[in-house]
């Protein structure tokens, strides 16, 4: 079922792209005309106040997104209820899976699928993040997806201007399914709990990497207000999700 | 083609921002300097602990951990478990209870958390045939805190452990089970694990463990570079909202701030 929904998905992104490669193209011409002046600029279709990040929080239970669910987003994102039915609510029934490496994340809801990149620490003990923007990475030194643990993948949200992997990690809600295929052929079946926006210098460690009793998941990626002269993101937008089904291949 | 085309094209835009590349979010893989291990409880012990690891530029290990809830005026047997390569190590789940009695004891750790790597000893070598020599073990206080801080000279450092730091796991034994401060034999017997190495007599209680630390990144995730300037996919938004980057820019002065449409979340 995956390959089907990722066909359509490929072209919806690639007309996507080109659109944004079309404004890339204006916007980076008039900000050459620029050159190295610096401004103050609020783009996007952006109600809130920008350089004040705030803590933004949902929990699970129907209701929106944190980005208010835009229509257009919605109308690309497939259902990502299983076919066959509910997921299984109850993880003290599901097998427990030994160590095998992840091999690629898919997010039915934001039309993602990626292959996965290792991901370790730099010389401060900082995550370090993907070299290909376009693909999400697995943080080795925590447990495969599918362990008893809180297993970590991350992707960046921009790369130089251009939407990456992530780029729509804020759009999910409790409940949206995160899927998982292994090495060993098993497909670990995330669902959404949580997410949540952090300034990066509050950033819930305790939370996010406290060792649970279940197989979980943790996604984390960019966002909030854009730094530039620090070239960072203010933020981390960070998803909880608990592994609720497992599929062999 | 049609990608090759998109690549060209984004490099051409991206050229002003030339001298704006990220420094933190893209860098190469160093050497492992620091890692910091959150130690959580294992087997109901009520200790947790943390802990800071050190490459130091002599090749000495620095190794830092500050925990409460042990068990008091006793010594906790600690270590480095792992290997020089690798990373299919990580903390042992309930279910590594192999023999059901409610313990995940040494032994049974070990598949999970590897074999000992480093002894954590407070002084003499590090090597782990001194995985239990609690003589030189550090000893909780009264209050049943456990600090300890050494720096492990170069000549102890087993091949790999350095390179390996983020994949390695820190392991400190010993609990009260039945609540008498102290180690005895009256709840789990004997060590199966110390029996094993030849020594006899020793409390399963100083030998199982008691927390377990994997590797807690430090701060968030660098995650991306230069904003999109905008949020949506339709062209016809896209446009004006670029323009009016670029124009802010132009007539601007301070900080860029690009915002996704994340904030009207908050």
């Known amino acids: 079922m995956l390959p089907d929904r990722l066909s359509g998905s490929t072209r919806e992104q690639s007309t996507r792209r080109r659109a944004h490669v079309v404004a890339t193209l204006v916007g980076g011409g008039l900000v050459a005309v620029g050159a190295l002046a610096v401004g103050v600029a609020i783009a996007g279709q952006d109600p809130g106040s920008p350089g004040t990040p705030e803590q933004s929080e949902q929990s699970a239970g129907p209701g929106q997104g944190l980005a208010g669910g835009s229509t257009s987003r919605q109308e690309r994102a497939p259902s990502v209820r299983a076919p066959d039915g509910q997921p299984r609510p109850d993880g003290g029934k599901l097998p427990e899976l030994g160590w095998s490496e992840p091999v690629t994340v898919a997010i039915p809801r934001i039309d993602v699928r990626s292959s996965l990149e290792d991901l370790g620490l730099d010389s401060a003990g900082v995550m370090t993040t993907p070299q290909d923007h376009e693909r999400a990475g697995w943080f080795t030194p925590a447990p495969p997806p599918g362990l008893i643990g809180v297993a970590v993948i991350a992707g960046h949200v921009t790369w130089d201007g251009e939407q990456s992997v992530f780029f729509d990690l804020d759009a999910l809600r409790p409940g949206d399914r995160v899927e998982v295929e292994r090495a060993d052929g098993v497909t670990a079946i995330f669902e959404v709990t949580r997410l949540g926006r952090f300034p990066k210098e509050q950033f819930p460690t305790e939370a996010v990497y406290r060792p649970v009793g279940n197989a979980s998941l943790r996604l984390i990626t960019c966002g909030g207000g854009y730094d530039e002269v620090a070239n960072r993101y203010l933020d981390n937008v960070i998803v909880w999700a608990d592994m609720v089904d497992v599929e062999r291949s | 083609m049609y ?264």
């Open chain 2, 3 to 266: 990608r090759t085309r998109i690549l060209l094209a984004t490099g051409m835009a991206a050229l002003p921002f030339a001298y704006a590349s990220p420094a933190s979010a893209h860098e190469d893989h160093h050497e492992i300097t620091t890692v910091n291990f959150t130690l959580t409880e294992l087997n109901g012990s009520g200790a947790e602990a943390r802990a800071t690891v050190t490459a130091e530029s002599d090749g000495s290990l620095r190794v830092q951990i500050s925990g409460s809830g042990f068990t008091p005026n006793s010594p906790h047997a600690q270590h480095i478990h792992g290997a020089g390569s690798g990373h299919k190590f990580f903390c042992p789940p309930p279910s590594a209870d192999a023999n059901g009695d409610g313990q995940v004891s040494t032994e049974e750790g070990i598949p999970q958390y590897g074999n000992v790597f480093i002894a954590l000893t407070t002084e003499g070598d590090t090597f782990k045939e001194s995985g239990l020599a609690v003589d030189r073990m550090p000893v909780a206080d009264a209050q049943g805190n456990l600090e300890y801080d050494r720096t492990i000279p170069a000549s102890y450092i087993p091949a790999g452990a350095i390179k390996n730091l983020a994949h390695l796991h820190i392991v400190q034994h010993g609990l009260d089970v039945n609540g008498n401060d102290k180690y005895d034999l009256e709840s789990l017997g004997e060590s199966v694990f110390a029996k094993s190495q030849g020594v006899d007599g020793i409390p399963e209680e100083a030998t199982n463990p008691a927390t377990c630390g994997e590797v807690t990144p430090v701060g968030g995730v660098e995650t991306g570079s230069r904003a999109t300037a905008t949020a949506t996919a339709d062209p016809e938004t896209q446009l004006p909202l670029a323009a009016l980057g670029g124009l802010a820019l132009v007539g601007g002065a301070g900080t860029l701030l690009l915002r996704r449409r994340f904030a009207d979340a908050s």
